[in-house]
């Protein structure tokens, strides 16, 4: 096991019975307390890896350890406190009556007494400023409130890692950007381990902080984000796009002869890199006019 590794997976392969394999000889790390998002076009691997690293389903060739344990040798139960998975669309996930009741769920069926599984339920609820919609019946929330109690309903068994099947789907851009701040809230502030599987480049690098890309099965890249989404040849390959704004300051190079350096992945980083181009520009003008 690789130090320093929440998760590691060591030759995955995965198929559904005599089907094509899934997933092919994955070997890679998950980093504790990191964040990492797991990109790759419709049918690249990314909800079937999920689902092996949660346990739901076992590996047809490879290992995932689990902090230096087969994930096989661990329990149900330690498994089930130290995973938490997170599916796609919350109406798979929730099914109780109410919000609390759904949240609770977890914690009750851990054999928790009431009072213990209620505190755990609150706690979770409060983390993804859901508190208010505890006693609200599941079938009259919103989408993006549906996507908040499913993930409390994760967070309420305690699990240090948390594997997300693209949160952000289906959410309009306000609804993204407030679930993608949550889940850098609960990366940097509650130290949980972050692995997403998702299509949404452009938020990703204000919060992640390292990207695997599947293309067909196969792990094309694992590597730091600045490196990962600097490779457009790459995202392309894999059926993605650089960010926007990272796209816009290569064709600045390109086609406008502008140097860039380093390729820019957020407004902010683009703000600063045409402030300084301006700033250069500004002091050749005037060398010039001193001559």
Same mark, same amino acid.
């Given at each position: 096991?690789?130090? %320093?590794?929440?998760?590691?997976? $060591? =030759?995955? %392969? ?10 092919? =000889? ?24 999920? +689902? !092996? ?6 590996? &047809? ?16 139960? &330690? ?23 759904? @949240? ?11 009072? *213990?599984?209620? +505190?755990?339920?609150?706690? #979770?609820?409060? !983390? @993804? ?27 309420? *068994? %305690? ?9 952000? #789907? ?34 990703? /690098? ?13 792990? *094309? +890249? ?19 796009? !650089? /960010? ?10 390109? &086609?406008?002869?502008?140097? *860039?350096?380093?390729?820019? !992945? ?7 890199? $045409? ?9 050749? $003008? ?6």
């Amino acid at each position: 096991m690789k130090s %320093g590794a929440a998760m590691q997976a $060591i =030759g995955l %392969g995965f198929s559904y019975g005599d089907g094509p394999d899934i997933l092919q =000889g994955l070997d890679f790390h998950l980093p504790h307390g990191g964040f990492t998002a797991v990109l790759g076009a419709n049918g690249s691997g990314k909800t079937t890896l999920l +689902k !092996l690293l949660s346990g739901l389903v076992s590996p &047809k060739s490879g290992e995932i350890m689990l902090r230096g344990q087969p994930m096989g040798s661990i329990s149900h139960e &330690k498994r089930y406190t130290s995973v938490g998975l997170v599916f796609q669309n919350p109406d798979d996930q929730l099914f109780a009556l109410t919000v609390e009741e759904d @949240v609770a769920f977890g914690p009750r069926n851990m054999g928790l007494d009431e009072s *213990m599984a209620r +505190k755990k339920t609150v706690e #979770a609820l409060c !983390l @993804v400023g859901a508190a208010h919609l505890a006693d609200r019946p599941v079938y009259e929330l919103s989408f993006g409130q549906k996507k908040r109690v499913a993930i409390a309903g994760a967070l309420a *068994m %305690g699990p240090s890692i948390l594997l997300l099947d693209e949160p952000t #789907a289906g959410l309009d851009p306000a609804g993204e950007l407030n679930l993608m701040r949550l889940l850098g809230e609960l990366h940097r502030d509650r130290g949980v381990t972050i692995v997403m599987a998702t299509h949404s480049v452009d938020l990703l /690098p204000l919060f992640a902080d390292r990207i695997m890309i599947l293309e067909e099965g196969r792990l *094309m +890249k694992d590597a730091p984000i600045k490196n990962a989404l600097a490779d457009g040849g790459l995202l392309e390959q894999a059926g993605l796009r !650089l /960010p926007y704004v990272t796209h816009l300051m290569r064709e600045l190079e390109t &086609k406008d002869g502008l140097e *860039m350096g380093s390729l820019p !992945l957020t407004v902010g980083e683009a703000r600063l890199r $045409i402030l300084d181009i301006l700033a250069g520009n500004a002091s050749s $003008i005037k060398a010039v006019a001193d001559r």
